[in-house]
């Protein structure tokens, strides 16, 4: 089995699929009032028989190791648990690892399934510790039922529980340190996100912390102790002392990671995505190849031939900022 190389010599082998585009939450920096999903109807988006082709071809022709599920909300999308029995089946013929991000809204009633299910890591968006905070943050009251969720994440035994957290100047920065005692309280990892520019979130500068900013209000507080990072790893990992809860700092805008990526992505509309941050990259749509009954041989050719293309790094903030078509929604995180 070959393994799937660009031309900078790194190896893929981890893809994040977007079921949909839809999500019952309405961030600002994710789901600006500006934007629309990009599907109209079910038509318009992968069927879950060819999300599970896909796996079958990444897994059978390039060893991929790990895929993730991802949105808008993952668990908006009906069928969608018990389409993850399937991928289960998938996975124990495969032997690779499947990770799911969601909001947590719908999470609590369905976690015995996703356990059954084979889901092996979850990760939880949460910006904010405050419940009239997040009610402004996504434009919903429903602040207790995730906080529930990730309570009864943690009790089922998914572990380590990830929480994703962009931290914006001015927003929440001043909820650092709360959320690094909800790490050491809950023995989970608190994922610091820099805050990333996307079509119509009107991102701004004066909104934006780094990493090292961010570090070092931490380290004011606690004793952080470097962790042996896997090397395609986005995050910076660290234990905090004197506890089992780790605080990670996703840096993409001040210290890309673009060097170790190993990230592809496949938006719910079957677009290729070589990068988080690509603009309107059209190159190869799996919808349309499937649909026009390209073999899987073809398929695997193209999907070689499309990464060779893959940019060495994502651009500045500068012209991030000025992309119109890399929404958030319609990519999948």
Known sequence: MEVLKDKYGRVHDYLRLSVTDKCNFRCFYCHPETSKECN???????????????????SEQFGFKKFRFTGGEPLVRKGFVDFLSEVNELKKQYNFEVGLTTNGFQLSENLEKLKLAGVDRINISLDTLRRDRFKEITRIDVFDRVYKAINDTIEIGFSPLKINTVLMKGVNDDEIIDFVEFAKEKSINIRFIEYMPFADNNWNIEEFLSYRDILNIVEERFKLIPLNNNGN?????????????????ISSISEHFCGHCNRLRISSNGEFRLCLFADDEKTLNFKYLFRNNISNEEIANKIRETVSTKWEKHPNEIVLKKMKTNNMLSIGG
């Open 233 to 249: 790893s986005v995050a910076k990992d660290f234990a905090i002392s004197g506890s089992k809860g780790i605080v990670s700092f």
């Open 40 to 58: 109209t109807g079910k038509s318009s988006m992968l069927s879950f028989e060819e999300l599970l082709r896909i796996i079958i071809i990444y």
